[in-house]
T-cell receptor, first 111, second 110 residues
């Protein structure tokens, strides 16, 4: 069974640019989560989808971040415009109510 | 908001020595989960503890949940170089998400 996949694995952009991260959850998992780890800090929750609906987006830092999950399958997380403090590793995880399985992450560097 | 404090932040040991990381919360935890993230990798679920005073073992790893459900520990006996990584504790809040501690990064020299 394929695990959670994320694309791209790395992204280097300049401040002010736009970046879109993609996550493909494990097939059949209704729950999809986005997390972020800034260097040296804890992994922080961003938001939670149940199928295509946003269950909880309390962790989204500000309105420069937009997440979608059209059709309840893959999800995208867009950062527009990117700022220096957005640099970090963005993890996606999926679950079917139990254990959360994490993807490999996207390492974002904003210069 | 809810915070899970984890110590130490870093730990270096010689291969064969033991290692322990601790998680503490000011409020009662509904559960505690432990994850391991290898360098350059992603968090991988290790175990979940739910009951007060619960102790679970996985080979050289021993996980404990405090009687008051406000603290937890992960103990590794006789560390090996394959144990290198960052160990996170996290509370799973039902219907929402994982609240992670800052993690303890373990390095092991042979």
């Amino acid at each position: 069974e394929a695990g959670v996949t994320q694309f791209p694995s790395h992204s280097v952009i300049e401040k002010g640019q736009t970046v879109t991260l993609r996550c493909d959850p494990i097939s059949g998992h209704d729950n999809l989560y986005w997390y972020r780890r800034v260097m040296g800090k804890e992994i922080k929750f961003l938001l939670h989808f149940v199928k295509e609906s946003k269950q909880d987006e309390s962790g989204m830092p500000n309105n420069r971040f937009l997440a979608e999950r059209t059709g309840g399958t893959y999800s995208t997380l867009k950062v527009q415009p990117a700022e220096l403090e957005d640099s970090g590793v963005y993890f996606c995880a999926s679950s079917q109510g139990g254990t959360q399985y994490f993807g490999p992450g996207t390492r974002l560097l904003v210069l | 908001g809810q915070q899970v404090m984890q110590i130490p932040q870093y730990q270096h040991v010689q291969e064969g020595e033991d290692f322990t990381t601790y998680c503490n919360s000011s409020t009662t935890l509904s559960n505690i989960q432990w994850y391991k993230q290898r360098p350059g990798g992603h968090p991988v679920f290790l175990i979940q503890l739910v009951k007060s005073g619960e102790v679970k073992k996985q080979k050289r790893l021993t996980f404990q949940f405090g009687e008051a459900k406000k603290n937890s520990s992960l103990h590794i006996t006789a560390t090996q170089t394959t144990d290198v990584g960052t160990y996170f504790c996290a509370e799973y809040q039902a219907g929402t998400a994982l609240i992670f501690g800052k993690g303890t990064t373990l390095s092991v020299s042979s």
